[in-house]
């Protein structure tokens, strides 16, 4: 019934940029938080940036000052603009809805950093 796509992952070099989108079909009841993982091979997916009801937001110390996490509700969208990119960056990055009881994953997507 609820179903999370994201898009905007890719190649990019080091330095750049990226925008990652965070789709959702379907309607989310009584979302409490938004938020951006990211996983590497052999180790624990980790939260990189959230956004609350209230507006809001925190983000890992890796990345503050680099990314920025948003959301249009109109489109049913949140963002991550991933700015400064480095390599230690590189991993799949999840979309993660908490709503009530619930608890919504997307498929993840590739970010890749490397010249």
């Known amino acids: 019934q609820v179903h999370l796509v994201e898009s905007g992952g890719g190649l990019v070099q080091p330095g750049g940029s990226l925008r990652l989108s965070c789709a959702a079909s379907?309607?989310?009841?009584?979302?409490?938080?938004v938020a951006w993982y990211r996983q590497v091979p052999g180790k624990q997916r980790e939260l990189v940036a959230g956004?609350?009801?209230?507006?809001?937001?925190n983000y890992a110390d890796s990345v503050k000052g680099r990314f920025t996490i948003s959301r249009d509700s109109a489109k049913n969208t949140v963002y991550l603009q991933m700015n400064s990119l480095k390599s230690e960056d590189t991993a799949v990055y999840y979309c993660?809805?908490?709503?009530?009881?619930?608890?919504?994953w997307g498929q993840g997507i590739q970010v890749t950093v490397s010249s």
């Open positions: 993660n809805y908490k709503a009530g009881p619930g608890n919504y």
């Open positions: 379907g309607i989310i009841f009584s979302i409490n938080a």
């Open positions: 956004i609350f009801s209230g507006g809001r937001t």
